[in-house]
């Protein structure tokens, strides 16, 4: 899948009309998993879990349908399949009200926007830094 509108490739939803172009983060294909594969403890974590190129496409078809928040969000979400779990749980947690400073939260947006080529993810944690900054809501910097 490319970053190409997939209006013409594609039809919604996707599990239902493409299981056998769909694959997820471990790059096996959605038809693939079945209960039996689960009952017979055929399926790692990364077979359940989806990847960035599936989530470009509801993101597509999101905008495509006039919901351009929730492409947005799906965009995002692409951008953090390429991001290890433990950063992520690092991120959420510096995102929390009162724990960081804004300096902080800047160095990380540039730091993952740099190492993930998570842009869109770098914009929204520099927005977050200024509402933060704007509503009070920052740790107070360290003395």
Partial sequence: MSDKPPAREFRFPLGKHHRDKISTQ???PLSDLTLDQV???NVLPDDVSVN???LKVQAQFARE????Q???NLARAAEMTGIPNDE????YESLRPGRSTYYQLLSIS???ASMYGAELTGAYIREAA???RDTGLLKMAEE
Avoid: M, N, P, W
Wanted: no cysteine; glycine share 8%; proline share 0%.
């Fill in 52 to 54: 960035a190129e599936t």
């Fill in 110 to 112: 540039q730091r993952i």
């Fill in 130 to 132: 200024d509402v933060y």
């Fill in 88 to 91: 992520l749980l690092e991120i």
């Fill in 26 to 28: 471990s790059g096996r």
């Fill in 65 to 68: 349908a006039g919901y351009e």
């Fill in 39 to 41: 009952l017979s403890d």
């Fill in 70 to 72: 929730v492409a947005q």
